[in-house]
């Protein structure tokens, strides 16, 4: 008996923590398993918090030249031709005014922020701690921040953790931004309703799938809305509980091929 068709036409997997292992590699499982579904006739579509300055040398290295979502959905971002299809802006006022309530109500906050380009900077001020191996450009003026346009701000807090930091955030000012965690010490501003869905929903677009033939890869609270749109959502064993929580499936972790056992498993090799 041949193996039943691949059921979905689109693949949608998050980075970090989901595609990603550890060392910021692929492993050839889920290499294989990604190029045998895209070989059935499925899309792989690669959603990220990151902004396209800081995953186009991960695309570039995994040899990956279709559509991208970056920068929590900001971005829509053709990788074999290294050039944005669309981009979604913060309003710097608005962030501004949120930044300074938000600091009202729980204290100065560490910031840095994410340019808007295929070449944008991301900017850190004192005290923020940016993830290890990723570009970004010291400022000791933050007031730097403001004079470009802008996807994004990181905020980290002395005292709070992430998900206390979100949780005030989005109590003090979710009327005016929206607020992601997206990753161990990555706490996020966004414009108000922009997601890792709006972004997707662009990008299936163009490739004319629709939610219903999309299954979706990921492991943090950011990931909650791309599930969400989505016919099927699959936490891995690492991700946040509250992605779990709204989870269709939890597969084994990012370093155990998780994405790799549930392909397999629809492709009817495993």
């Given at each position: 008996?041949?193996p039943?068709?691949?059921p ?12 990603l ?17 895209t ?11 990151r ?48 930044l ?13 922020a ?7 900077e ?22 730097a ?20 930091l ?5 109590v003090?000012v ?12 990555i ?20 490739l004319?799938?629709?939610a ?19 016919a ?10 509250e ?13 155990e ?13 495993a």
């Amino acid at each position: 008996m041949s193996p039943a068709p691949f059921p979905y036409k689109l693949v949608a997997t998050d980075l970090d923590g989901t595609l990603l292992r550890g060392d910021d590699t692929v492993s050839e499982r889920t290499r294989e398993a990604l190029a045998a579904a895209t070989a059935a006739g499925a899309a792989h579509i690669i959603v990220t918090g990151r902004a396209v300055p800081w995953t186009r040398h991960v695309l570039d290295d995994l040899g990956y030249k279709g559509i991208a979502v970056c920068g929590q959905g900001a971005q829509v971002y053709d990788a074999g031709a290294h050039r944005l299809l669309t981009s979604v802006t913060l309003d710097r006022q608005l962030a501004g005014l949120a930044l300074s309530k938000l600091e009202a109500e729980v204290g100065p906050l560490a910031l840095a922020a994410s340019r808007d380009g295929v070449d944008g900077e991301v900017l850190f001020g004192p005290g923020y701690q940016v993830q290890e191996g990723l570009p970004a450009l010291y400022l000791e003026d933050t007031a730097a921040v403001w004079t470009a346009p802008l996807n994004k701000l990181y905020i980290q807090h002395p005292e709070l953790d992430d998900d206390q930091l979100v949780k005030v955030a989005r109590v003090t000012v979710g009327s005016l931004v929206d607020v992601v965690m997206a990753g161990p010490g990555i706490v996020e501003i966004l414009p108000l309703g922009l997601t890792k869905a709006t972004g997707l929903s662009l990008a299936a677009r163009r490739l004319g799938v629709k939610a219903a033939e999309t299954i979706a890869f990921g492991d943090m609270p950011n990931d909650i809305p791309m599930f969400g749109w989505a016919a099927r959502g699959v936490a891995m064993a690492n991700a946040h509980p509250e992605l779990k929580a709204v989870a269709d499936e939890v597969t084994t972790s990012n370093e155990e091929d998780g994405i790799a056992v549930v392909l397999e498993r629809l492709m009817g090799a495993a």
